[in-house]
Structure formats: structure tokens, C-alpha cells
């Protein structure tokens, strides 16, 4: 064998590393695309069931939040108050950052009123 053709690599070493390479670019696609955000209006609050109803592009959303979820002023400022702020009433605009859960069901981790 001459030393050109022991330098080049087969074609399946290369299909097996642009395999290999395409696995791992969507595992990170995957994984930097569980977190998102939503605008849209407040229509209820329920603290009891953990359940949001937000009007998203005209139709309303049914949405559930974290126990420990947390709520910020238009500044990203924690409100003390948390969902029991006065500022957080139905009408009111909210910036929303929605994660999947360990079931891969989206739920609220924060609540931002928004200016």
C-alpha cells in the first residue's frame, strides 16, 4: 500500500463520525430548547391548582406553574408578595418562562409583569 491511500480515511469512519457529530448537535438543540418564553395577558389565576390563563395571540392558554414560581416587576425585581402582588391581576400583561418538567410537560418557572 502506498502512503496516500493510509491517510485518507474510509468512508465509513467518515459516516460514522458525521453520525456521531450530527447525534451531538441535536442532543444540544434539544437540550438549550427547553426553556422559552410567552407574552400574553393574565385571565385567571387559580393558586389552588397551580394553573395559569393566559391570552396568547387572541385565544386563551391553559398553563400550570411551579410551586416555588417566581413572580418579578416589569424591572426583574422579585415582588415579596409573590402571586398574591397586587400588580398581578387579571388584564394585566405577563412575559412568561415556560420549561419542561422531569414528564416533559411545559410548566411556568417565572412570572414577569410586563411594562
Known amino acids: 500500500m502506498n502512503s496516500q491511500t493510509e491517510a485518507k ?3 465509513n469512519t467518515r459516516r460514522r463520525a ?3 457529530l450530527g447525534a451531538v448537535v441535536a442532543w444540544l438543540a434539544c437540550d438549550c430548547a427547553r426553556a422559552f418564553e410567552v407574552h400574553g395577558r393574565l385571565v385567571q389565576l387559580n393558586q389552588q391548582r397551580q ?3 393566559v391570552s396568547v395571540g387572541g385565544s386563551d392558554t391553559r398553563i400550570r406553574f411551579v410551586a416555588d414560581v417566581q413572580v418579578l416587576d416589569s424591572q426583574g425585581r422579585e415582588l415579596k408578595e409573590g402571586l398574591q402582588a397586587k400588580q398581578l391581576q387579571p388584564g394585566k400583561t405577563l412575559d412568561l418562562t415556560v ?3 422531569s414528564d416533559r410537560i411545559p410548566v411556568v ?3 414577569r409583569i410586563a411594562h
Open 9 to 11: 480515511p474510509n468512508r
Open 18 to 20: 458525521l453520525a456521531a
Open 51 to 53: 394553573m395559569l390563563v
Open 99 to 101: 420549561e419542561e418538567n
Open 109 to 111: 418557572r417565572v412570572i
